[in-house]
């Protein structure tokens, strides 16, 4: 695996336990791909600016975008889940 890796988990802010659940989830699949030697950045995003609402049109909180791509919206993936979707773009 090479190249780096730009996550953002889309949500509302203050962000609502479901948006928490996958910020957390996030991090911990964050953490085991760093391990692993990918280079990783997360950023949050509040789902109502006009910036999230330019680039991703409207979509249901929580989401996950990995390098500009909404990959999921509506629910809360799994750190393992993450994970993968992370390794089929390294």
Do not use: H, W
Not at 5 to 23: F, S, Y
Not at 47 to 75: C, E, L
């Amino acid at each position: 695996m090479s190249g780096k890796i730009d996550i953002e988990v889309i949500g509302v802010d203050p962000p609502c336990k479901r948006c928490a659940t996958t910020q957390k989830n996030t991090e911990q699949a964050i953490s085991l791909l760093k391990a692993e030697g990918l280079e990783v950045t997360l950023k949050k995003l509040n789902i109502a600016s006009k910036d999230v609402v330019s680039r991703y049109g409207f979509i249901p909180s929580p989401a996950v975008a990995i390098n500009g791509q909404v990959r999921v919206a509506g629910r809360i993936p799994s750190p393992s889940e993450i994970a993968k979707m992370i390794r089929e773009i390294a």
